[in-house]
């Protein structure tokens, strides 16, 4: 174990539906991140927060809408996705960004798949 | 353009044998680089981090190397074990926050 967990793990959703991830650190960071994982392409970094506040947005499509209520925990709002929106999805935590080279701590991911 | 290419894409050997994998990046500049070890199903976990001063670096079995002047990485597997079968990652930072550049992955399955 991490020190990161990920809720659910698997999830399934139509176009039209709206659910939400959840992800929670159990490490004492202050930094937070979601990452996209498709098939057969490398790690794509979605949002970052710092100290609760999102220092990064990588041109993510408004349908994804995170919040990150706490250093905590971080949730992903998922609302009217596309079938190409199917894939793994990470969270990571980490010190504070811009603090050396901090390594970043993986949660188990969510296998979303959308019909 | 900033990119990380890891070979091979992927790699079968059987068990107690030897692998290197390759990682060549573009990314500038440069604060650290990281492997990964990324089983079926699960989150990555860090293998090794290596700074731009530091040429190897050690985790039990695993082994990777640095140069920073041909921006080319390399992790050495020794003595595979079946729980070595995973996907390895590249990962660099381009500078001391922690906005990462990931490779693509080398698939890698031992077989007994």
């Known amino acids: 174990e991490t020190g990161v967990t990920q809720t659910p793990r698997h999830l399934v959703m139509g176009m039209t539906n709206k659910k939400s991830l959840k992800c929670e650190q159990h490490l004492g960071h202050n930094a937070m991140y979601w990452y996209k994982q498709s098939a057969k392409k490398p790690l794509e970094l979605m949002f970052v927060y710092n100290f609760k506040e999102q220092t990064e947005n990588n041109s993510v499509p408004s349908r994804f809408s995170p919040e990150c209520p706490n250093s905590s925990h971080l949730f992903l709002h998922l609302h009217t996705l596309q079938p190409e929106d199917s894939a793994l999805y990470l969270c990571a935590s980490s010190q504070a960004e811009g603090q050396g080279a901090n390594e970043q701590y993986f949660g188990p991911g969510t296998r979303l798949t959308v019909t | 353009k900033n990119q990380v290419e890891q070979s091979p894409q992927s790699l079968i050997i059987l068990e107690g044998k030897n692998c290197t994998l390759q990682?060549?990046?573009?990314?500038?500049?440069?604060?650290?680089l990281r492997w990964y070890k990324q089983d079926t199903g699960r989150g990555p976990v860090s293998l090794t981090i290596m700074t731009f001063s530091e040429n190897t670096k050690s985790n039990g079995r695993y082994t990777a190397t640095l140069d920073a002047d041909t921006k080319q990485s390399s992790l050495h597997i020794t003595a595979s074990q079946l729980s070595d079968s995973a996907s390895y990652i590249c990962?660099?930072?381009?500078?001391?926050?922690?906005?990462?550049?990931f490779g693509g992955g080398t698939r890698l399955m031992v077989k007994p």
């Open positions: 990682c060549n990046y573009t990314v500038s500049p440069f604060s650290n």
């Open positions: 990962v660099v930072n381009r500078h001391a926050g922690n906005m990462l550049t």
